[in-house]
C-alpha cells in the first residue's frame, strides 16, 4: 500500500511518460494483462489509457490489472491510470520511494 507521499511522488514521475499500456474495446484480457507484467517488471511505472469504445471505466480497469498484477494503482484521471509495482529483481529497480 502506498503513502500519500509515495502516491504524489509516483504522480510526479508518470507526469512526462507516454501512454505505454492501451486497453480497446475488448477490455481487460490476459493478453493485456501479460504485456502490463512486462511492463512493470522493465519500468516499474505505467501509464495506460482506456480508449472510448471500451466499455469500461479507466478505475474499473485499474483496479483489474491490479488485483491481476499485484500493482498499486497510483492515479486515474479522465482515460489515463498510471500503476506502479516494485520490480521483483533488486538490481532492475529504477524508483527508489520517499518513506
Given at each position: 500500500?502506498?503513502t500519500?507521499?509515495?502516491?504524489?511522488?509516483?504522480?510526479?514521475?508518470?507526469?512526462?511518460?507516454?501512454?505505454?499500456?492501451?486497453?480497446?474495446k475488448?477490455?481487460?484480457?490476459?493478453?493485456?494483462?501479460?504485456?502490463?507484467?512486462?511492463?512493470?517488471?522493465?519500468?516499474e511505472?505505467?501509464?495506460?489509457?482506456?480508449?472510448?469504445?471500451?466499455?469500461?471505466?479507466?478505475?474499473?480497469?485499474?483496479?483489474?490489472?491490479?488485483?491481476?498484477?499485484?500493482?498499486d494503482?497510483?492515479?486515474?484521471?479522465?482515460?489515463?491510470?498510471?500503476?506502479?509495482?516494485?520490480?521483483?529483481?533488486?538490481?532492475?529497480?529504477k524508483?527508489?520511494?520517499?518513506k
Amino acid at each position: 500500500m502506498l503513502t500519500t507521499k509515495q502516491r504524489a511522488q509516483l504522480r510526479a514521475l508518470a507526469n512526462p511518460l507516454p501512454d505505454t499500456l492501451i486497453i480497446g474495446k475488448e477490455g481487460v484480457t490476459a493478453a493485456v494483462e501479460r504485456q502490463l507484467d512486462q511492463l512493470l517488471e522493465a519500468h516499474e511505472l505505467v501509464k495506460g489509457k482506456v480508449l472510448e469504445s471500451a466499455m469500461l471505466t479507466p478505475r474499473t480497469a485499474a483496479e483489474a490489472l491490479c488485483e491481476a498484477t499485484g500493482a498499486d494503482a497510483v492515479q486515474c484521471i479522465g482515460f489515463k491510470f498510471v500503476l506502479y509495482r516494485q520490480a521483483r529483481e533488486p538490481d532492475k529497480r529504477k524508483i527508489a520511494l520517499v518513506k
